[in-house]
């Protein structure tokens, strides 16, 4: 907590999106070891549809996503 304390917002925000960028390859990584077929715009989807919902994934995106699995 320490270390946090002395970095200037700029840094904090910096650091902060960097680890956004990191959980969101993580888990893009993991929805490719799950749908080894699907191409990056699958991927894309159904990251989006993680973080959305399902009813709000179909509100925006309607009914995008392959027939193949479910997210």
Known sequence: ????????????????????????????????EAYPQADDREIFLRAACQKLGRELFREVYGDALPAHGTA
């Open 1 to 32: 907590m320490d270390l946090i304390r002395h970095m200037s917002p700029e840094e904090r925000l910096r650091r902060c999106m960097e680890l956004s960028e990191a959980v969101r390859l993580v888990a893009e990584a993991g929805l490719r």
